[in-house]
């Protein structure tokens, strides 16, 4: 009797112990969407990413657990995405943005191109953009300001164009920031050269590297002297003004010389007639 009262009392507790466990959860159409998208748009040359497969995409997590390479879970969405030194080409998908949770993005050191999403800003958990050592083009979105919770922005050493968005000065909480080598131009806002307050400092190393881009902290711009066509410019206007200086002198002295030729013949003249 006994040990029926303990079966019935054990099974009423499992009973209610799993009605109080959170249901398992189910894997999100986001993720699904947005590593499928991504996975088109890249190219994989070393057979790196194995499992990406539309059927890992499916179920990519199952709580903290990760099914696919480079992502990190977090109650079952994707958290990370790591995907550094992998030798991947293409380009960034703008689906990307469907990854909702998403809170770290490193695809740095890799052989990437085009131009970096303005999609980005949709990613509002974000806190780690990391695009560094590609090969990305065009200008740096100024959408990335609405990503409130960004940390860190990294994209040296790509061929990115334009200005630097003063929008992204806006970014409280953005304690990394480096744009160096690239092909950048324009004045660095003062709102990221000039922070302050208790708002962190960017030295000079987050922006050189980029011939066009001035202002404070990179040091004052040396002279570039003369250009090509100033040098051919000036070249050319100095011979001209040397033909027409020679040319000036050459009439002034077939002048002089006529005159002291016909004073001569006068001369001559008047000596020849006889006087009367």
């Known amino acids: 009797m006994g040990v029926t009262v303990w079966s019935s009392s054990s099974t009423i507790i499992l009973l209610l112990t799993c009605a109080l466990l959170p249901p398992?959860?189910?894997p999100d159409p986001n993720d699904e969407r947005?590593?499928?998208?991504?996975?088109?748009s890249l190219q994989d040359p070393l057979k790196n990413l194995q499992n990406w497969t539309k059927t890992t995409f499916a179920n990519p997590c199952q709580g903290f657990t990760s099914f696919l390479q480079g992502a990190t879970c977090n109650n079952?969405?994707?958290y990370k995405l790591s995907l550094s030194n992998l030798s991947l080409k293409g380009s960034i998908s703008p689906n990307i943005s469907s990854c909702t949770n998403l809170q770290a993005l490193d695809l740095s050191s890799n052989s990437l191109s085009g131009p970096i999403p303005p999609d980005l800003q949709y990613l509002v958990n974000l806190a780690v953009l990391n695009l560094s050592s590609n090969r990305l083009s065009g200008p740096i979105p100024q959408q990335l300001a609405l990503c409130a919770y960004l940390n860190v922005i990294d994209l040296h050493d790509n061929q990115l164009t334009g200005l630097i968005p003063q929008q992204l000065g806006l970014l409280a909480r953005l304690s990394v920031f480096d744009v160096s080598n690239n092909k950048l131009s324009g004045p660095i806002p003062s709102s990221l050269g000039n922070r302050s307050g208790n708002l962190p400092r960017f030295n000079a190393s987050s922006y050189e590297g980029n011939k066009d881009l001035y202002g404070y902290p990179l040091p004052p711009m040396r002279s570039k002297g003369l250009s090509v066509l100033a040098i051919v410019g000036i070249g050319?206007?100095?011979g001209l003004l040397s033909l027409v200086l020679s040319f000036t002198a050459v009439c002034i002295w077939l002048k002089i010389s006529e005159h002291k030729m016909a004073a001569a013949e006068e001369g001559k003249i008047t000596q020849l007639m006889p006087d009367y």
Not at 34 to 40: M, P, R
Request: aromatic share 0%; proline share 0%.
């Open 24 to 26: 398992s959860a189910k």
């Open 34 to 40: 947005c590593l499928t998208q991504l996975s088109e």
């Open 76 to 78: 079952g969405r994707i």
């Open 236 to 238: 050319l206007g100095s």
